[in-house]
Structures are given as structure tokens and as C-alpha cells.
């Protein structure tokens, strides 16, 4: 079972005790694709393999399937995990799925857009 610590605004989330909110299995399962996908590759000191190279031409539709097809090489390393990405403007909505439960948010991808 996996576990992690939630993470909120680039930071670590607390509750009102000022304690650190743990996220277990699937929902750190989401976390962890969430910020691989926003994350340029490169850029995690500790895993220069994590995340995504792709640049992002936000009226482009091929350039938006780059894109996903990026986004879905990175989550490969994590087994039963895809992504489907859509343009909303600035943002887009991105739908990741892990063993069939699918989340969507909307994201600003670090670095690129």
C-alpha cells in the first residue's frame, strides 16, 4: 500500500493541528501522477527521470496531442495509469486513470504553459 503526504500549492498541507495530511494508496496514487505530469523532466533533483518533455502550443490540437502522448510515456513507469488531456485555455483538464478510476483536474503544467 502506498502512502504519501499531501501536497497543496507546492507545498506540504497541514491540518488545523499542524499536522502533515497523509494520502493513502489510490489517492496518493493520483497525487503522484498529477505532479508527474506538470513536472518538466529534469527538474526533481532527486529523480531527473521524472516527468515530461513537451512544449505546448495551447491553440495547436496537435501540439496538445504531443502532449498527452508525453504525459502518458511518464506515467508508463507506474503500471495501469493514463492520462487524456484536453484544452481549456491557460489550463488544461487533465484526466488521469489507475486501474480504471479516473480523476480529472485542472492544471497549469509547470514550466511549459
Known amino acids: 500500500m502506498l502512502t504519501d503526504i499531501l501536497i497543496a500549492d507546492r507545498d506540504v498541507a497541514v491540518d488545523s493541528a499542524g499536522r502533515m495530511i497523509r494520502l493513502s494508496d ?3 496514487r493520483f497525487q503522484r501522477a498529477f505532479i508527474t505530469a ?3 523532466k529534469g527538474s526533481f533533483i532527486y ?11 495551447s491553440g495547436d490540437e496537435f501540439s496538445l496531442r504531443k502532449v498527452e502522448l508525453s504525459i502518458n510515456e511518464a506515467l508508463a513507469r507506474f503500471g495501469d495509469t ?20 479516473s480523476k480529472t483536474e485542472e492544471v497549469r503544467v509547470i514550466g511549459n504553459v
Not at 47 to 57: A, K, T
Not at 82 to 101: D, F, M
Open 26 to 28: 489510490i489517492d496518493a
Open 82 to 101: 493514463s492520462a487524456q488531456v484536453e484544452n481549456i485555455g491557460e489550463k488544461l483538464r487533465l484526466k488521469i486513470t489507475i486501474n480504471g478510476q
Open 47 to 57: 529523480d531527473r527521470g521524472l516527468g515530461c518533455e513537451y512544449s505546448y502550443d
Open 38 to 40: 506538470m513536472t518538466e
